[in-house]
């Protein structure tokens, strides 16, 4: 792509209005998050561990950090004090020696089960998806973000979509 | 807002898509200001004090908290940390002497100035903006994310979208 296709000016006001906009809605989510899942005793972090490897029907160190953009030492660390609560065991797989892969313990996956629970009797909790709300009413849907996800695809490539594809048919089967 | 206008399951999916797809946006954009302030020895918190200092000629601690989306006491303790490099002071104003007001000091809008400029011969390293090249080729401008600012305006307020046109009419006229 080069450079010509754009102005300066261009570049500024869009790097800037994103940031501006992406910074206040995740701030937001991370907010709402940490308070949803304080009274289980589990941080960000860790839930997202539990999300990710319950969604996924267990996950490697590497998916959790790719897909729950985390570093792997944060992947790492975090689910080993999951393993030591004993809400999920490690394991190497046969096929792939090189990676550890995560799978959630019945407690595990009640303890998650437990937190989506209390989201769905708190939903009035979750504020963007409440002030997305005037959105639902006019076009009788909820925001698509496609944009969003071109932008995200291009960046961490097609591996984070399907993740999310997946994820996204647990979810869906499950309710 | 009654809880029948949408269904747990819709609600979860949009959930969970918002937070994947923010988090990485907003983890990228983080990243890659880092990685551009960094040789200016600020961080991104102190830059964006600077930034919005700049575009909106001095502002309340207040104003910069709740526009750069941090603490009142990040707000000011990156401030004072500024104001220790003579990159800005602070001062009363009359007419209301219970905010403390931030103004930059030539060397600290210079030294704004110097980050812009190794900003614009360094776009390359901007990844959001380059992975939103496509889409601008598509649409012929960058996408404008007007359902985003709608959700932005419901949770912070009008104040914060019209504190962003103002950040934005000021870039307008820079360049």
């Known amino acids: 792509m080069s450079k ?14 994103m ?28 839930h997202h561990i539990l999300w990710i490897c319950y969604h996924l029907n267990g996950a490697s160190i590497s998916e959790i950090s790719q897909f729950g953009i ?44 437990e937190t989506m629970e209390a989201h769905a009797n708190g939903t009035d909790k979750n504020t963007v998806m409440q002030a997305s709300l005037p959105l639902k009413d006019l076009y009788g849907r909820f925001p698509e973000f496609q944009d969003l996800e071109a932008i995200v695809k291009n960046i961490y490539g097609d591996e984070y979509l399907e993740i999310l594809d997946r994820s996204i048919a647990s979810i869906r089967e499950e309710y």
Chains 1, 2 share one sequence.
């Open 19 to 46: 940031a501006q906009l992406s910074k206040a809605i995740w701030k937001q989510i991370e907010k709402d998050w940490q308070n949803w899942v304080k009274p289980f005793e589990l941080n960000l972090n860790e």
């Open 70 to 113: 985390m570093h792997v030492s944060t992947a790492f660390n975090f689910s080993k004090k999951l393993e030591e609560r004993e809400l999920l065991t490690f394991s190497k797989r046969e096929e792939d020696k090189r990676n550890t892969y995560v799978e959630l313990t019945d407690a595990g996956k009640e303890l998650f089960e």
């Open 4 to 17: 010509e296709s754009y102005s300066i000016q261009e570049a500024i006001l869009y790097s800037h209005k």
